[in-house]
C-alpha cells in the first residue's frame, strides 16, 4: 500500500491514521505545485484527478477523497472509528463536516485571497470550530480515544495555528495531545514538519 501526501496537507490526516491502525504502508512525497512525485510520476496519472490523499491498495485498486480514506481506514479498524448503531454514519456526518465546511474554507489562506475574504473565512472556521469544541464528549472530540475525525481536525487545528485562525481552549488542548500521540509525531517527523515547526517559531 502506498500514501502520495504533501507535508501539512490533510493527507497528514490519513497519515496519521494509518500508523495508529497500525496498517504496514509505504509513503511517497507530491510536489502539489508541479504535481510530480517524489519517483517523478505525475499524480494524475495514478489517480486521474491530481491531489493528495491518494492511497493506492496492495491490490492496485486507487482511494481519493479524504471521507473516503479516512472511513476505509476506521473500517478497517474501528479503535479509529465511532461505535454504537449510528457509529458509521456519525463518523460519515463529522468527517464531512470536516471537509466540506472547515477544510473548505481554509482556502483563502492557500491561495492569497484578499485579507476581507480572510477574515470572513476565519470567522467561519472559528463558529465550526466552537461546534467542535462544545460538544467535546473527553479527551478526544468522541470519548476517550481518537477518531479519524480527530486527526482530520488536527490538521485544520495545525492550520489555522499557522494562519492565526482562532481556537477555543478545548480545541488547543486537543490539537497538543495529538501532536504528543507516537504515531501523530512520526508521520510529521517523516514529513519534515517538526523542522518547519522549529523554523516557524
Ligand atoms: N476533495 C479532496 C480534496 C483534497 C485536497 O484539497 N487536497 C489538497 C491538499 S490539502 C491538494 O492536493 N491540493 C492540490 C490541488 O488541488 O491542486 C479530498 O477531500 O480529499
Redesign the pocket.
Known amino acids: 500500500m502506498k500514501l502520495y501526501y504533501?507535508p501539512?496537507?490533510?493527507?497528514l490526516a490519513d497519515h496519521i491514521a494509518l500508523l495508529e491502525a497500525g496498517i504496514p504502508f509505504a509513503r511517497e512525497r507530491?510536489d502539489?505545485k508541479t504535481?510530480l512525485t517524489a519517483s517523478g510520476q505525475h499524480?494524475a496519472d495514478i489517480s486521474g484527478?491530481?491531489?493528495?490523499?491518494t492511497l493506492v491498495l496492495d491490490d492496485g485498486q486507487v482511494l481519493?477523497?479524504?471521507?473516503?480514506?479516512l472511513d476505509w481506514i476506521a473500517a478497517g479498524h474501528p479503535q479509529l472509528g465511532l461505535d454504537g448503531p449510528l457509529g458509521r454514519t456519525r463518523l460519515i456526518e463529522a468527517l464531512t463536516f470536516v471537509?466540506?465546511e472547515i477544510?473548505g474554507a481554509f482556502k483563502p489562506f492557500?491561495h492569497q485571497a484578499g485579507q476581507a475574504e480572510k477574515t470572513r473565512s476565519s470567522n467561519t472556521i472559528a463558529r465550526h470550530f466552537s461546534y467542535f469544541a462544545e460538544r467535546m464528549q473527553g479527551k478526544y472530540l468522541f470519548g476517550t480515544r481518537p477518531s479519524v475525525v480527530d486527526f482530520y481536525l488536527f490538521?485544520m487545528l495545525l492550520w489555522a495555528r499557522r494562519f492565526g485562525v482562532p481556537v477555543p481552549a478545548a480545541l488547543d488542548r486537543l490539537c497538543d495531545r495529538i501532536a504528543d500521540r507516537p504515531a501523530a509525531r512520526l508521520a510529521m517527523a517523516q514529513e519534515g514538519l517538526l523542522e518547519m515547526q522549529r523554523a516557524d517559531a
Open positions: 504533501a501539512l496537507a490533510c493527507s507530491v502539489l504535481k499524480l484527478k491530481g491531489y493528495v490523499p481519493t477523497e479524504n471521507i473516503a480514506v471537509s466540506t477544510h492557500w490538521v
